[in-house]
């Protein structure tokens, strides 16, 4: 079963309250929070306080995506606020041992680990490194802003990663996030996605459908 995670950062906060119940009555089973610092990528958006707000506003699981130069800093104030899956980016890491690293420490700290790679990051780097993950999230946009279209070479790292995960018989949650809708999602699930990300496809349209058209 495709899990779907509807990013907030399309979500019309001034229609929050509505725009959440649609949500809760979906399918979705995961909210996605894009996490931007200003200096991982050109944009700025929520620090912890608004994630406990909608921790309080959902059943969902908190799928805490960091676009941060310093995840290892900010970490642990997003696990404090609610986070249940928290993935952080390779290219803000120094190497694969400082990525290991917080992947464990993240474990301790009882939060799920992701890594992401950005579209023009090789999905070679992680052919060591995602055996320390519960999950990959392929980025299929630039990372930085909702709403552009999505990348078709995300899907053939897709396959990749699916295919060195049923290899190892290995329960990985590969995720993919960015202009994703009913078409490239179906593409990303054939290719081996579990876990589909999208933020306007979903609350530019009627949520609840639209879920339902992703599933
Ligand atoms: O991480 C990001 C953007 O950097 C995403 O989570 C966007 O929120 C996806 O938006 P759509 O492409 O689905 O509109
Ligand atoms: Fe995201």
């Avoid at 229609?15 to 990528?41: C, I, K, P, R």
Wanted: aromatic share 8%; charged share 20%.
């Amino acid at each position: 079963m495709t899990i779907i995670s509807p990013s907030i950062l399309s979500l019309d906060f001034t229609q929050l309250n509505t725009q959440m119940e649609a949500v809760n009555a979906s399918q979705a089973q995961w909210l996605h929070y894009d996490v931007m610092d200003g200096h991982f990528v050109p944009n700025l958006t929520f620090g912890p306080d608004i994630l406990k707000a909608f921790r309080k506003l959902t059943d969902c699981e908190l799928d805490v995506h960091l676009m941060i130069t310093d995840p290892e800093t900010y970490a642990p104030v997003f696990i404090k606020a609610g986070a249940q899956w928290l993935t952080f980016h390779y290219e803000a890491m120094e190497n694969a041992e400082a990525c290991r690293k917080l992947a464990k420490q993240l474990r301790q700290w009882g939060v799920k680990p992701g890594i992401s790679i950005k579209p023009k990051t090789p999905v070679e780097v992680l052919k060591d490194l995602w055996q320390d993950f519960d999950l990959v999230l392929v980025m299929s946009v630039e990372p930085g802003f909702g709403g552009q279209q999505f990348d078709p070479s995300a899907l053939e790292k897709i396959a990749q990663l699916r295919a060195w995960a049923q290899a190892e018989n290995a329960d990985l949650r590969i995720e993919v996030d960015g202009g994703i809708n009913a078409e490239t999602g179906k593409l990303c699930k054939q290719a081996g996605a579990d876990v589909l990300v999208a933020g306007n496809y979903i609350f530019k349209n009627n949520i609840v459908d639209a879920v339902d058209s992703l599933c």
